[in-house]
């Protein structure tokens, strides 16, 4: 199991907890909410970062020396801009075959053989495998790179901001073709997201945080809101300036605060859910 128990960066995420056991997760917010630093932080590729990240009992925090090992084969992730994961000097299939060689997994022809199943999983013709990343359109960077951080079939995929760059058009494709892979693999995945639409389409249980707060998680809490954070960020009403409130850290925005709502705010279960409020 992949768990957060109370992770910390800097002022930006505040104590995350959470359990990655299902088969699909979404983190709901916006670009300033904290989510963006979950991939760097699970990855080790940012320091300051207090708290807990436990892989089978195994603290990744304190563990750095650990993480070469399990990134692509325990945990991968793709980048809201594809295009950083690639060097610019190879083509598609000599970063399959480079994973497979440097994990000590089999050759290069291994690595090209399994990266090209998993590239025409996706929808896209073999011949990209020939392709180096600057003749890539926006959506095929977009699969490739989910290609990569699948086809070792590792036990935890994240994937930050899958519309980055993409027409509707292209978002639609690559959300089927989403639906189409996650049927197929064994990995958990967790999604990473400002558009409710698409973790909706995309995920079972989700996670809502606002300036790096979590403030309602749950199944299926899309169809039903109860914070108000989430029910403005769905209805499309967050003001263009947000700042972080006293007790609940959305009490300086929200149109139902009151002056309780700026002390400790407790979290209130129900219906298999946990929200941060004091109005449900």
């Known amino acids: 199991m992949l768990k957060y128990d109370c992770l910390t960066v800097g002022t930006e995420l505040h ?22 630093l979950l991939i760097p932080a699970t990855l080790g590729l940012i320091d300051g970062v207090s708290g807990s990240i436990y892989l089978d009992n195994i603290d990744l925090v304190k563990s750095r ?9 325990r945990i991968s992730a793709v980048f809201y801009d594809p295009f950083t994961m690639f060097n610019p000097l190879y083509d598609v299939a000599s970063h399959f075959s480079e994973i497979v060689v440097s994990h000590n997994l089999g050759n290069e022809e291994f690595g090209i053989e399994v990266g090209l199943e998993y590239v025409k999983l996706l929808g896209l013709d073999g011949t990209i495998m020939s392709k180096l ?9 977009k699969k ?26 292209g978002r639609a494709s690559l959300i089927n073709s989403l639906i189409d892979l996650m049927g197929t693999v064994r990995s958990t995945f967790v999604f990473l ?48 300036t947000n700042v972080l409130g006293e007790g609940c850290p959305y009490s300086s925005q929200c149109r139902f605060s009151t002056s309780k709502c700026k002390t400790e705010v407790p979290w209130v279960s129900l219906d298999g859910r946990k929200v941060r409020c004091l109005g449900v």
């Open 15 to 36: 104590c995350l907890t959470a359990e990655i056991d299902k088969t699909s997760v979404g983190i709901l917010g916006e670009r300033d909410s904290g989510k963006e």
């Open 65 to 73: 020396d650990l993480l070469d090992r399990i990134r692509w084969r």
């Open 133 to 141: 990343p600057h003749q890539l359109s926006p959506l095929h960077a």
């Open 144 to 169: 490739v790179a989910i290609a990569l951080a699948t086809f070792l079939e590792p036990d935890y995929i994240l994937i930050d901001d899958i519309e980055f760059g993409l027409s509707d058009i």
């Open 193 to 240: 997201d400002n558009n409710p639409a698409i973790l909706s389409r995309l995920t079972d249980y989700v996670i809502v945080l606002f300036k790096g707060r979590t403030v309602e998680e749950g199944y299926r809490i899309l169809e039903n809101p109860l914070h108000p954070y989430l029910i403005d960020l769905i209805r499309g009403e967050i003001k263009d």
